[in-house]
């Protein structure tokens, strides 16, 4: 189990590789550089000289050699070495800051939200999942699965506008604005947080319903939930205690595959409800064409995703015995 | 012997394959013919568009502006005086269009990457797979936004790239189809005697694993429909005027919404009933395409009728 382990933690390193090429490449690639930005923005004040703008912002170099030295294998202009590998993922080229703080300062919230979004989706799509199983094709069945599929069809960004707009136009309600920390105030940050994870969570959870589904009946049918039922046990036991434990190793995976796909959900709710996290950040990065903070965000994101999958992975053996990782 | 009324039988069985197909969807599985007519209302009202929308796509001033649904324009006016109804209508032809072949490009592409790369095996499955995993790893909406920074908005280049993004990590999916074909025995007995492997592939392969093809294609339709919206809603898609649904969500309309709350419920209602529809569709074709669970007597909950016996079962057969 170690081995295995270690062997998944150090093939993490040539995705994340892959993955940090691919965005370093890509965000580089879009017209409108930034230099070309800086000027049209700053060239009305001052006399703003290109070459040395470039050459301060560190893309006078050939594009190999910008991510040898974001990378930390390549010396900086000033002959040190520091790059991801010395734990510093360069400063914003537009404002200068390190990175690794404006991260530091979004991710709370994003991190926040997912955990919400998470718990939400799973509370609703649980016991309906399991509801919609048990009584299969019957009208509550037919209920929860259209339920399900709304769920997945309507969109968040939809969800979220409604919820802004009509309880501003009902009730002259509008969503609070500034942001409390969690560890200061507890009640007011939930109920900061607590619609936009509604919205998050209500996305993800018809998959989940369906998943969770399709699982539960599956194992419906073993034997030994036939057993169980010979030896008289009630229905909550056979359910909770037999058939659910087995059925929900699978949604767990499905879960993991989710996470990417929360993100881009994240990204949307925390536009529409103003919250400043790293989709926020990522977004107007990408407008601003701030490279470094793309590519650091980025992979934060990727490690987090990898590292998320090896944790559903070694859940997934934990919990199925016949799962055996050598 | 042969017996012509078994060859005069299965003419008709496969003349009326699809009949078959839809009488089946009607009476199993009513839901499923929901969302086949609000497919089909999807697509004629794409395709006839310009016939039912009763002003154009981008009619400015064709009313007042913001004006609150009325007989004239029966779901009211944005900013512009453009009629939303026609707006919306235009906006099915866009979702028709991204919808279908966005999945269509996908699925190809899936199908390739995925086959090629279970295959051929090696080392180069071990450096795509490699690939596919990086590229998953990367949130998709933030990646195709990046994308469609480097390429501009537009309904082609949205399309391209979305198609590029979901057929990479679709092709997980195909990959392990085709693995599991892979482990047939019949497939060693073809190469032993000789077959090449293009026609191992196409004859073999590919018509095995078309049932997951199907299906990707199926769960794809609803979520290119969704992803472009949601790109448009960010900025990242369909530029306006362009009706895009996502797009009449965002920009203007979020100015407006305060004031003329309708600008925001009808482009978000046709989204929600036309993914509806579709994944509805989708759902009752696997199942029925399914042949799992074909011949479904032993499933948990299926009545047996008194009397179905084998015995009367076939003899039914072969009175046809």
Same mark, same amino acid.
């Given at each position: 189990?170690?081995?295995?382990?270690?062997?998944r933690?150090?093939?993490?390193?040539?995705?994340?590789?892959?993955?940090?090429?691919?965005?370093?490449?890509?965000?580089?690639?879009?017209?409108?550089?930034?230099?070309?930005?800086?000027?049209?923005?700053?060239?009305?004040?001052?006399?703003?000289?290109?070459?040395?703008?470039?050459?301060?912002? #560190?893309?006078?170099?050939?594009?190999?050699?910008?991510?040898?030295?974001?990378?930390?294998?390549?010396?900086?202009?000033d002959?040190?070495?520091?790059g991801?590998?010395?734990?510093?993922?360069?400063?914003?080229?537009?404002?200068?800051?390190?990175?690794?703080?404006?991260?530091?300062?979004?991710?709370?919230?994003?991190?926040?939200?997912?955990v919400? #979004?998470?718990?939400i989706?799973?509370a609703?799509?649980?016991?309906?999942?399991?509801?919609?199983?048990?009584?299969?094709?019957?009208?509550?069945?037919?209920?929860?699965?259209?339920?399900?599929?709304?769920?997945?069809?309507?969109?968040?960004?939809?969800?979220?506008t409604?919820?802004?707009?009509?309880?501003?136009?009902?009730?002259?309600?509008?969503?609070?604005?500034?942001?409390?920390?969690?560890?200061?105030?507890?009640? #007011?940050?939930?109920?900061?947080?607590?619609?936009?994870?509604?919205?998050l969570?209500?996305?993800?959870?018809?998959?989940?319903?369906?998943?969770?589904?399709?699982?539960?009946?599956?194992?419906?049918?073993?034997?030994?939930?036939?057993?169980?039922?010979?030896?008289?046990?009630?229905?909550?036991?056979?359910?909770?205690?037999?058939?659910?434990r087995?059925?929900?190793?699978?949604?767990?995976?499905?879960?993991?595959?989710?996470?990417?796909?929360?993100?881009?959900?994240?990204?949307?709710?925390?536009?529409?409800?103003?919250?400043?996290?790293?989709?926020?950040?990522?977004?107007?990065?990408?407008l601003?064409?701030?490279?470094?903070?793309?590519?650091?965000?980025?992979?934060?994101? #990727?490690?987090?995703?990898?590292?998320?999958?090896?944790?559903?992975?070694?859940?997934?053996?934990?919990?199925?015995?016949?799962?055996?990782?050598? | 012997?042969?017996n012509?009324?078994?060859?005069?039988?299965?003419?008709?069985?496969?003349?009326?394959?699809?009949?078959?197909l839809?009488?089946?969807?009607?009476?199993?599985?009513?839901?499923?013919?929901?969302?086949?007519?609000?497919?089909?209302?999807?697509?004629?009202?794409?395709i006839?568009?310009?016939?039912?929308?009763?002003?154009?796509?981008?009619?400015?001033?064709?009313?007042?502006?913001?004006?609150?649904?009325?007989?004239?324009?029966?779901?009211?006016?944005?900013?512009?005086?453009?009629d939303?109804?026609?707006?919306?209508?235009?906006?099915?032809?866009?979702?028709?269009?991204?919808?279908?072949?966005?999945?269509?490009?996908?699925?190809?592409?899936?199908?390739?990457?995925?086959?090629?790369?279970?295959?051929?095996?090696?080392?180069?499955?071990?450096?795509?797979?490699r690939?596919?995993?990086?590229?998953?790893?990367?949130?998709?909406?933030?990646?195709?936004?990046?994308?469609?920074?480097?390429?501009?908005p537009?309904?082609?280049?949205?399309?391209i790239?979305?198609?590029?993004?979901?057929?990479?990590?679709?092709s997980?999916?195909?990959?392990?189809?085709?693995?599991?074909?892979?482990?047939?025995?019949?497939?060693?007995a073809?190469?032993?005697?000789?077959?090449?492997?293009?026609?191992?592939?196409?004859?073999?392969?590919?018509?095995?694993?078309?049932?997951?093809?199907?299906i990707?294609?199926s769960?794809?339709?609803?979520?290119?429909?969704?992803?472009?919206?949601?790109?448009?809603?960010?900025?990242?898609?369909?530029?306006?005027?362009?009706?895009?649904?996502?797009?009449?969500?965002?920009?203007?309309?979020?100015?407006?919404?305060?004031l003329?709350?309708?600008?925001v419920?009808?482009?978000?209602?046709?989204?929600?009933?036309?993914?509806?529809?579709?994944?509805?569709?989708?759902?009752?074709?696997?199942d029925?395409?399914?042949?799992?669970?074909?011949?479904?007597?032993?499933?948990?909950?299926?009545?047996?009728?008194?009397?179905?016996?084998?015995?009367?079962?076939?003899?039914?057969?072969?009175?046809?």
């Amino acid at each position: 189990m170690r081995v295995y382990i270690i062997r998944r933690l150090l093939l993490i390193i040539p995705t994340i590789l892959l993955t940090s090429i691919i965005i370093f490449i890509t965000i580089r690639l879009i017209p409108g550089s930034i230099i070309d930005i800086m000027v049209a923005q700053f060239g009305a004040y001052a006399k703003v000289d290109k070459a040395e703008v470039e050459s301060e912002l #560190g893309l006078n170099v050939p594009i190999y050699i910008q991510y040898g030295r974001w990378v930390g294998v390549v010396p900086q202009a000033d002959g040190k070495i520091s790059g991801v590998l010395e734990g510093n993922l360069g400063d914003s080229l537009w404002h200068g800051t390190p990175v690794i703080s404006e991260i530091g300062s979004s991710w709370p919230v994003t991190f926040e939200l997912a955990v919400l #979004g998470l718990i939400i989706s799973q509370a609703i799509a649980l016991p309906i999942g399991i509801y919609s199983s048990i009584r299969q094709d019957t009208w509550g069945d037919y209920v929860a699965r259209t339920f399900a599929i709304l769920c997945m069809a309507v969109p968040g960004f939809w969800l979220g506008t409604m919820i802004v707009v009509f309880p501003s136009i009902w009730w002259g309600y509008s969503p609070p604005i500034t942001l409390i920390p969690f560890i200061t105030n507890p009640i #007011g940050n939930l109920k900061m947080f607590i619609i936009p994870a509604i919205v998050l969570g209500m996305g993800m959870a018809g998959i989940s319903m369906r998943m969770t589904r399709t699982m539960m009946l599956e194992v419906l049918r073993q034997d030994y939930i036939r057993t169980a039922w010979a030896k008289g046990l009630k229905e909550r036991v056979v359910v909770m205690r037999h058939a659910l434990r087995n059925a929900l190793i699978p949604v767990i995976t499905i879960i993991g595959m989710q996470m990417p796909v929360m993100v881009g959900g994240e990204v949307i709710i925390e536009n529409i409800f103003n919250l400043p996290g790293m989709g926020r950040l990522i977004t107007t990065a990408t407008l601003d064409r701030d490279y470094t903070v793309v590519s650091g965000a980025m992979i934060v994101f #990727g490690i987090v995703m990898v590292l998320i999958n090896l944790l559903v992975d070694l859940t997934y053996g934990y919990l199925d015995p016949r799962v055996n990782y050598k | 012997m042969r017996n012509n009324s078994s060859k005069r039988k299965t003419e008709r069985k496969r003349r009326s394959g699809i009949i078959n197909l839809l009488a089946r969807l009607l009476k199993e599985k009513p839901l499923g013919a929901v969302g086949l007519l609000i497919t089909l209302l999807l697509l004629l009202v794409g395709i006839f568009a310009n016939f039912i929308a009763p002003y154009g796509m981008n009619a400015v001033a064709a009313g007042p502006s913001l004006s609150a649904p009325s007989i004239h324009f029966w779901l009211g006016t944005d900013n512009l005086g453009r009629d939303l109804l026609s707006r919306i209508i235009y906006g099915a032809r866009i979702s028709v269009i991204v919808g279908l072949v966005g999945a269509a490009i996908s699925v190809v592409l899936s199908t390739i990457i995925g086959i090629l790369s279970a295959y051929i095996g090696g080392a180069f499955d071990l450096i795509v797979q490699r690939i596919v995993d990086a590229w998953m790893c990367i949130p998709p909406l933030i990646l195709m936004m990046v994308l469609i920074s480097m390429v501009g908005p537009g309904m082609w280049q949205v399309i391209i790239i979305m198609g590029l993004s979901f057929g990479i990590t679709g092709s997980r999916i195909v990959r392990s189809s085709t693995l599991s074909m892979k482990a047939n025995m019949y497939l060693q007995a073809s190469r032993a005697l000789g077959c090449s492997n293009i026609r191992i592939l196409t004859k073999h392969i590919l018509p095995n694993i078309m049932s997951t093809i199907i299906i990707l294609f199926s769960t794809l339709v609803p979520t290119m429909i969704l992803t472009e919206a949601s790109l448009s809603f960010l900025g990242f898609g369909i530029a306006p005027p362009a009706p895009s649904w996502g797009g009449m969500l965002t920009g203007s309309a979020r100015n407006y919404m305060f004031l003329a709350p309708w600008l925001v419920i009808w482009p978000g209602v046709a989204l929600s009933i036309v993914v509806y529809g579709v994944n509805v569709f989708g759902d009752a074709l696997r199942d029925l395409l399914d042949p799992r669970l074909m011949g479904g007597v032993g499933r948990y909950g299926v009545k047996i009728k008194k009397g179905d016996t084998v015995k009367s079962k076939l003899a039914a057969r072969s009175d046809g």
